[in-house]
């Protein structure tokens, strides 16, 4: 059987895994230059890619178009037959959906010392793990971009990964760290992180309301805490940013035929069945998800 998984991220690769296992041919088309998708983008998950993709990479059932971009799909007799930019036609038996998520980009917060969870993960790497000797005094915002009036969706993984970050700060500096919420929501061992850090000194403060004024030294933040206007000031701010749907979902729905929700999701008529026939998901193009 022919199987053709569409992302070259994480979940893309997982499925591919599963295929290639079962003795399937595998062709996974990777809209940019190298397969990774968010998951290559993140310091401490990049080198567990590598690794995992390297358990298939060489498999001789298994192909990799790189920067590649379906321009039309034909069905006949239960057959796919796939049509990329370039003018190449493959065909397949099945297609897996597999598009990932797309961070969303604050743009209406972000500057020089207000910065998403992804740029800050990337002053660590930079750095070798060590932190500026300015990053003294760091809040944590939550829920930016999810859970708001104009997005309720929750993105299910930013209380974990703050959390995180929380972790990695810790064991390179001493800073004042405090983690505004509006709900926390953990699943698994981040109970007993949140608790293990607040014994540490870690403050979490419920707070909706964000308002940022950033200078040269620092960042003023203003918020709400019951029905009290409070005012404090930190070196830096780190955005907890949600998770949309990959903007190429849309673009498919059309060209395979399967439908989408409020969201922008995939709608699941089976567990991991589009209502595409022939069509199935896999990882973040159904919701947001941790990785497993």
Known sequence: ???????????????????????????????????GGLMARIANCRVGFKTFFDEVRDNERLTVVRDAKITKVDKADKTFTVTLEDGQLLTADRVIIATGLTPYDPVEYKGKRVLTSLEYDAVIDQR???????????????????????????????????????????????????????????????????????DAGVKFVRANSRYFEEDEEGVTVRYYVGGQLKEERFNYVVLAIGLRPNPQLAELSKLFGFSLNDYGFINEKEPLQTDAEGVYVSGGALEPMNIK
Not at 24 to 35: A, G, R, Y
């Open 1 to 35: 059987m022919k199987i053709l998984v569409i992302g070259g991220g994480i979940s893309g690769i997982s499925a591919a895994k599963v295929a290639l296992g079962e003795k399937h041919d595998v062709t996974i088309l990777e809209s940019t230059p190298e397969p």
């Open 128 to 198: 070798q793990g060590e932190l500026p000797a300015d990053f003294n005094k760091i809040g944590f915002f939550l829920c930016v971009g999810s859970r708001s009036k104009d997005y309720p969706l929750c993105s299910s993984v930013c209380c974990s990964y703050t959390l995180r970050e929380v972790k990695w700060t810790l064991q390179r500096a001493k800073p004042e760290i405090t983690v505004f919420y509006n709900d926390l929501r953990f699943f698994g061992q981040e109970f007993y992180m949140e608790k293990a850090y607040r």
